[in-house]
């Protein structure tokens, strides 16, 4: 063996004992994740532009929920989350992992684009890969200590096998309830971690896919969800986290709406007739403390100032307060409303009501 070669093993030997990092997921997200932009150039993950997704990543390294569940809009920062937990996994807890993606399709697509952009343009993720071009495939990413990143999609084969102590599922709710006939896809990957006891985890995170199945159903809960399979139903089973956003007005925190009753529409005359596009200019949001009549200027610093609470917890002054409902999975829900990719973006006129209907299309929306 050469001199120089004792010295890589050597090196590699003291990557893989080296003192892990103890931060949170957010913050090995904000120190070693880049993300790309639009104008072709990248710039560090930044919680300031989707605040509401701190806390479920932070829950995906606590050990008293066996799983984190995100329902909420397309393009509400979910793909910058899920590359942050990798960051943390392949920074702070070299492990196995699997991002299970709902066709193999996707998982390539996401692998080609997002992982390779994430490694050419996060230079501490980029420098744990060995360089080596067997270590390097589309389905199978091995680092430098030896862990492997897999990219799957729902099928038999993919979710029995060895263990993995990370799973992550994107767009659960596009995918079968069953896998081939085995189980569900929350199910079988969740039951891929179980040798690792409280350590294993799996985050699920999607738009919810599946029609209400009782639209009659009187929630007993105000954070609760209406009956559906998938998402929302593990979202039920969870702590039932829901956004409370501070008026600009009175200082008050009230839950973000999830429906068209939380806006006050200007011509309601028209508006059984009315397009939402023809409502938009006029809509503000309602301060359900006490009834302030909010302007969609005040949406992102609102989003901001949010807070999760969950089932069983309240606010008061300004901190969330109570005892979270025992429950074996953190589980949140965003509606549109504090969607910041939906706010920024002018194509959607920066509405609340534009940005609620983007929330949930075909799922749970009374429609004005
Ligand atoms: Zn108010």
């Known amino acids: 063996m050469s001199y120089a070669s004792a010295v890589s093993i050597r090196r590699e030997v003291a990557r893989s004992a080296r003192p892990q990092e103890h931060i949170s997921v957010s913050e090995a ?20 532009l989707t605040p509401y997704m701190v806390e479920p990543m932070d829950r995906l390294i606590d050990r008293r929920y066996e799983a984190v569940i995100f329902i909420g809009p397309a393009r509400t920062g979910k793909t910058g989350a899920l590359l942050g937990f990798l960051a943390y996994i392949i920074t702070c807890d070299p492990s196995d992992a699997m991002v299970l993606h709902m066709s193999q399709d996707k998982a390539g697509k996401f692998s080609k684009k997002d992982l390779r952009r994430m490694y050419r343009e996060s230079p501490t993720l980029g420098a744990e890969l060995t360089g080596r071009a067997s270590d390097n495939n589309v389905f199978e990413k091995t680092h430098k200590s030896g862990n492997v990143l897999y990219i799957g999609w729902p099928s038999a084969s993919q979710l029995s096998g060895e263990t993995i102590k990370y799973m992550a599922i994107t767009d659960m709710d596009r995918m079968s309830l069953s896998v081939e006939g085995e189980g569900s896809p929350f199910l079988m990957a969740k039951k891929r971690t179980q040798t690792f006891l409280s350590r294993g985890r799996t985050y699920v995170e999607t738009s919810p896919g599946y029609e209400v199945t009782d639209p009659k159903y009187s929630l007993r809960h105000p954070h609760e969800a209406p009956p559906a399979p998938g998402a929302v139903a593990l979202y039920n089973q969870g702590t039932m986290c829901r956004r409370y956003l501070p008026c600009p007005h009175c200082g008050e925190f009230f839950m973000e709406p999830s429906d068209f009753s939380g806006f006050s529409f200007a011509h309601n005359r028209d508006l059984l007739g009315a397009t939402i596009p023809e409502a938009i200019g006029e809509v503000h949001l309602i301060c359900t403390a006490n009834g302030c009549l909010i302007d969609p200027s005040h949406k992102q610093a609102m989003s901001r100032a949010g807070l999760w609470v969950p089932a069983g917890g309240r606010i ?40 609620l209907a983007f929330t949930s299309p075909t799922w749970w929306m009374p429609r004005p």
């Open 29 to 48: 997200a904000m120190r070693h994740l880049r993300l790309h932009t639009d104008s072709g150039g990248s710039e560090p993950w930044n919680p300031d």
């Open 316 to 355: 008061e002054d300004g901190r969330v307060v109570g005892e979270p409902r025992d429950a074996p999975y953190a589980s949140y829900w965003l509606t549109g409303v504090s969607a910041a990719a939906v706010a920024s973006s002018a194509a959607l006129g920066n509405s609340w009501a534009r940005a």
